[in-house]
């Protein structure tokens, strides 16, 4: 399986962060937590913590690269701030150590400039009538009304950063299962 190959290649490095990106109801939490439970150590930051809310994905994607990356990367700790989605309102700020094992989950989180502060990078493809299905089966009624919203968000992010051009890994979720692709980076 590939992805014992991915966590057996970041075991045997120094590799510190991965990061997991695609759209809503790709599978990235499923392919994130997985990929945990392979690689030692390893804890997850899930962008849906991050997102101040549902017109939030711009400014998660240069928070997370700026306030927790870009630290991490100088071999500083790095920090995220968490959003209280039941208050509608800033929740508190959490420390990540520079050699904390870090999966970083969500939509906006693999872009040229992430990459670049990163080990690893996968971008998950899932069909959208599936994707949509997923997402609505898990989140119900809180996500049915923020769809169309969040999924123009998804539409500016994908046209302005191309985050599948920054994986190394390209993992295509479709009726016979997952398909790994390693890509070639220049």
Same mark, same amino acid.
């Given at each position: 399986m590939p992805?014992?190959?991915?966590a057996r290649g970041?075991?045997?490095?120094?590799a510190r962060t991965?990061?997991?990106d695609g759209r809503s109801g790709s599978g990235k939490t499923t392919l994130a937590k997985e990929l945990r439970r392979r690689w030692d150590g390893s804890q997850i930051l899930r962008l849906?913590?991050?997102y101040p809310g549902w017109d939030g994905l711009a400014w998660a994607v240069e928070?997370? /690269? @700026?306030e927790l990356l870009a630290p991490r990367h100088r071999g500083l700790p790095g920090r995220w701030r968490s959003w209280n989605w039941v208050r509608d309102v800033p929740g508190r700020w959490h420390t990540v150590a520079p050699g904390q094992r870090l999966i970083v989950e969500g939509v906006g989180a693999l872009n040229a400039g992430s990459r670049a502060l990163a080990d690893v990078g996968i971008w998950v493809d899932t069909p959208?009538?599936?994707?949509?299905?997923r997402a609505l089966l /898990? @989140?119900?009624d809180a996500y049915r009304p923020h769809w169309d919203q969040w999924a123009a968000q998804e539409e500016v992010y994908l046209a302005g950063h191309d985050p599948r051009s920054a994986a190394d890994w390209v993992v295509t979720d479709g009726p016979d299962?997952?398909?790994w692709e390693l890509t070639a980076r220049a």
């Open positions: 992805l014992d190959e991915v970041l075991g045997a490095s120094a991965v990061l997991v849906d913590d991050v928070h997370v /690269r @700026d959208d009538a599936e994707r949509k299905r /898990r @989140d119900g299962g997952l398909r």
